[in-house]
């Protein structure tokens, strides 16, 4: 009996020692990136006789629905320099300065001299005697202000904008033409984008003046990120550039008068 049990303790013994040992765990990497718009512009434009670089006055950003929008420069200061970038600058509104007249289809003389070349009417320019016929015109030079903002993103994006007169303008929304585009590389002034971005495609709004933006807001409607191969932020951003003119596509006219006006756009870079 007792040889028996010991018999069958071994053979036990024997089948538990011939089941190699065995552990499992389980490994569960997880990964979540959300959409990402860095938006990054220039310093101001001074006295506005010069100017160091694009302009852009402020940012605000959509985010969570149900939350306050984020506004990214506080007090509505203008932005960082970031580089060394070429100016885009004609004309600035309440800049003291007045814009320098030129006379078109004129059949003799018309011309006009910028003495100093700033773009603007001085009292040292001068301005010719010209001939009349039935096309002779007057146009006005220095009266479109030009913008850029530079966007780096890792998914579509959406740009809203609403136009916001300052004080009591002499002139109506309606009378500043609109129109946004975008570049995808290029250099400005020791500074290059675009190298490794790509055009973010999509469709541009239909307004044509800043009065147009109350009905149609949206500007830009993205179908893809601008980040197109690995690079730096400047490298994956592209420029978008703004373009607002007094008198819309056909400029001023004598017939709009004169006046001043000064209107905030305020830009808005959200994902859908």
């Known amino acids: ?10 053979t036990a013994a024997a089948m538990m020692t011939g089941v190699p040992a065995q552990a499992s765990i389980v490994d569960n990497p997880s990964f979540r990136v959300l959409g990402l718009v860095i938006v990054w512009g ?15 006055s402020d940012f605000v ?7 306050a929008d984020a506004d990214l420069i506080a007090g509505d200061v203008h932005t960082v320099v970031t580089g060394s970038l ?40 001068t301005f010719g005697a010209f001939g009349l016929d039935a096309t002779t015109d007057v146009g006005v030079e220095g009266m479109v202000h030009e913008s850029s903002f530079y ?17 009591t303008p002499d002139f109506a929304l309606s009378d500043i033409g609109y129109s946004l585009g975008v570049t995808v590389t290029d250099t400005d002034g020791s500074l290059t ?3 490794q ?41 592209v420029r978008f550039d703004a373009t607002y003119t007094l008198g819309g596509t056909q400029g ?5 008068g004169d006046g001043e006006i000064e209107v905030d756009v305020e830009y808005t870079i959200y994902m859908p």
């Open 252 to 256: 001023y006219d004598l017939s709009m």
């Open 1 to 10: 009996m007792k040889l028996r049990n010991l018999l069958l303790a071994g």
């Open 193 to 195: 984008f675009g190298g």
């Open 86 to 125: 070429a100016p885009t600058i004609d004309s600035i509104a309440g800049s003291g300065n007045g814009a320098s007249f030129n006379v078109t289809g004129a059949t003799s003389g018309g011309g006009s001299t910028d003495s100093n070349s700033d773009g603007f009417l001085d009292a040292t320019d």
């Open 197 to 237: 971005a790509q055009d973010p495609t999509g469709s541009f709004g239909t307004a044509t003046d800043l009065a147009g933006l109350a009905a149609a807001p949206t500007v830009f409607t993205g179908a893809q990120r601008t980040a197109a191969t690995p690079g730096t932020i400047v490298g994956q951003s």
């Open 61 to 67: 950003v959509n985010t969570d629905p149900g939350n």
């Open 151 to 167: 966007v780096a993103s890792n998914r579509s994006f959406n740009i809203d904008a609403t136009a916001t007169p300052v004080g």
């Open 42 to 56: 220039a310093d101001s434009y001074g006295d506005g006789t010069t100017a160091a670089a694009p302009i852009v």
